[in-house]
């Protein structure tokens, strides 16, 4: 079981939970709260994007782990989810 905190995101509170990527596949994948599973999204996009970078500059392959990729897919493909929050979830972190 993973936490889903802060639910129905109610107060502008600042919360530092360490979840693994894992978790935060989880919780993008399946969590009923939507802000928690976009925040979870946007974090774990985060961290691709820092290993991304990490990686160009190391002149190494770009790749993304298929954990990511299939927590994605399940929010893409979740027909209970409005259409306009899926199409969200795709937008980067700024």
Do not use: C, K
Request: net charge negative; glycine share 4%.
């Amino acid at each position: 079981p993973v936490a889903s905190l802060l639910r129905n995101f109610s107060a502008p509170v600042v919360l530092n939970i360490s979840y693994s990527d894992e978790e935060l596949g989880l919780l993008l994948a399946h969590d009923s709260d939507p802000f928690n599973r976009w925040e979870a999204g946007q974090r774990l996009a985060t961290r691709r994007l820092v290993r991304l970078t990490q990686a160009v500059q190391a002149g190494e392959p770009l790749e993304l782990d298929s954990m990511f990729i299939e927590a994605l897919r399940a929010t893409l493909n979740n027909d209970t989810l409005d259409p306009a929050f899926r199409e969200l979830v795709l937008t980067l972190p700024s």
